[in-house]
């Protein structure tokens, strides 16, 4: 199904990243996609499953909650970090800052999990000491 994602700042997700980014707390605050409830309906998915987005710059496994303030209608939200990172469009323009907003993506059900941050970063070949 084909949605238009956001990304930006919670207070969650800022909460949990100075608690520490290897923390089951941040993975609950950052590797979530927020959907309308009647999106989630027409999906078939419930809150806490996970989906998999799809976007021409990658793909990522988050898991679906009910956004906490209504979203229009064809938009997903999911807090700025590592996971949105793998589906947003990083050409900078110039600007030092990648794209983080307007992205088109590709939403399906999935039984893939969540990864954690270190298995998450090793499939971005950044880090090798894991």
Known sequence: M????????TIWQGQAIE????LKMYVDAAAICQMNVEQMEKMGVKEGENIKVVSDFGDV???????????????LYIPMGPWANRVIRPNTDSTATPSFKNVPVDITPTEELVLDMPTLMKGYGKISNY
Do not use: H, Q, Y
């Open 2 to 9: 084909k949605f238009t994602l956001n990304t930006g700042r």
């Open 19 to 22: 608690s520490g980014k290897d």
């Open 61 to 75: 496994i988050v898991k679906v909650v009910m956004a906490k303030e209504e979203l229009p209608e064809g938009m």
